[in-house]
């Protein structure tokens, strides 16, 4: 299972695009990149999920490089409800389990 | 549709009590995810189910966890002998069949304060 490594805490201002990005060096051929979100007391929910490329649902916009080294997930106009911890994993779909990091504290300032 | 339910949201248990956590999955998912949350840290993963095989206990930290889902739908976690590093938020999550362990779906956890 690939290590992620991504920013601690972020901030930002309601109305704006928010960019995290993770970095994902050892990542494996056959290994997908997902992110989750999390807000207080409540379990993460899961997100987006791609390969390569771009993929966009309602929620997120994810960028993937041709190297796939590293990811970005963009929020776009973000609110004060987008305030959250932001997982990125990396995994085969063949692999029985996922590995979460610290994440990312996002803290969306009005 | 229902999403993935856990009981108690909270559990207070002295130290050298055990305890019992319920996760009842989402209908249908073959898969189901323990995890231990500490605070300001990220899920670690405990322990995989597909039905009722437990395919992966890995992460369980001592032989005081104990996980079962007999019938492959209800699963319960039970830590004997809680100790004051048990304090968490137990986790579970569940997959469909058409997923992999990738798209989980999570309850809201199990705090447990041991005192």
């Known amino acids: 299972l690939a290590k992620t490594t991504q920013p601690i805490s972020m901030d930002s201002y309601e109305g704006q695009e928010v960019n995290i990005t993770c970095s994902h060096n050892?990542?494996?051929?056959?290994?997908?990149i997902t992110w989750y979100q999390q807000f207080p007391s409540q379990g993460p929910r899961f997100i987006i999920q791609g390969y390569k490329t771009k993929v966009t649902n309602e929620v997120a916009s994810l960028f993937i490089p041709a190297d796939r080294k590293s990811s970005t997930l963009s929020l776009p106009r973000v609110s004060l409800s987008d305030t959250a911890v932001y997982y990125c994993l990396v995994g085969d779909m063949r692999d029985d389990k996922i590995i979460f990091g610290k994440g990312t504290r996002l803290h969306i300032l009005p | 549709g229902a999403g993935v339910s856990q009981s108690p949201r909270y559990k207070v248990a002295k130290r050298g009590q055990d305890v019992a956590l319920r996760c009842d999955p989402i209908s249908g998912h073959v898969s189901l995810f323990w995890y231990q949350q500490a605070l300001g840290q990220g899920p670690e993963f405990l322990t995989y189910f597909q039905n009722e095989a437990q395919l992966d206990k890995s992460g369980l930290p001592s032989d005081r966890f104990f996980a079962e889902r007999p019938e492959g739908s209800v699963s319960t976690l039970k830590i004997q002998r809680t100790q004051q590093e048990d304090s968490a938020v137990y986790l579970c999550?569940?997959?469909?069949?058409?997923?992999?362990?990738?798209?989980?779906?999570f309850g809201p956890g199990t705090r447990l304060t041991v005192t």
């Open positions: 050892n990542i494996a051929t056959n290994d997908y």
């Open positions: 999550a569940s997959s469909s069949p058409e997923t992999w362990a990738g798209e989980q779906y």
